[in-house]
């Protein structure tokens, strides 16, 4: 039988380990925190550079450019794709239109749920040339937002935009292309 005075003894070593260990598991904590904390704008860069984006925020300098002049002189012929990632069709309603730089125009996208539950999906665009990209200004797009099909159903989805006369003069033809996929797994029905 151990007397108090030996229990406290044996029981001195194990609450420094104790102590210790509790230390190692905060330091832990706080680095996961902190390392959750960095991921959405290191995500976000990563999607910058790169060119991907997943969620396309509505341009904040649209607002400042919509009211320049339109420029008759050119003409730029915009090409419209449409990739399905998952059970639909999606579409464009037309193949291409030409528009003058800085004259707002609108394209509408089909997209129809094939299946009969509800799903989550998302439109990522896509530009070429790749240079295009920051002269595409879009007013209001389908892609800003995650969209929810119902069951078997069908929408058609505006796409308002303009060309920036800072256009390249080069550039004659832009292809936007969407790819439209499933996010999150399939959405709960709901009811």
């Known amino acids: 039988m151990q007397t108090p005075q030996q229990h406290e003894i044996q029981e001195g070593p194990v609450r420094k380990l104790n102590a210790r260990m ?17 991921l959405i704008p290191v995500y976000k860069k990563i999607c910058e550079i790169t060119g ?30 449409g990739n399905a990632q998952g059970p639909w069709r999606f579409r464009p309603t037309v193949a291409s239109m030409q528009v003058h730089p800085g004259e707002m125009a609108q394209v509408v996208y089909e997209v129809v749920n094939t299946q009969p539950r509800a799903i989550d999906a998302q439109a990522i665009p896509s530009y070429a040339p790749q240079q ?45 292309s969407y790819t439209f996929f499933e996010v999150a797994g399939p959405a709960k029905n709901p009811g």
């Open 22 to 38: 509790l230390g190692k598991l905060l330091v832990v904590a706080v680095m996961m925190f902190g390392f959750g904390y960095a």
């Open 52 to 81: 991907i984006n997943i969620l396309t925020p509505k341009d904040a300098t649209v607002e400042e450019v919509a009211n320049t002049q339109v420029d008759k002189s050119r003409t730029i012929t915009i090409e419209f794709d």
């Open 132 to 176: 295009a990209a920051a002269h595409f200004k879009k007013m209001e797009c389908f892609c800003f937002k995650q969209q929810t099909m119902g069951p078997n159903e069908a929408k058609q989805m505006p796409v308002v935009f303009f060309i920036d006369p800072a256009l390249p003069r080069d550039v004659k033809t832009i292809t936007l």
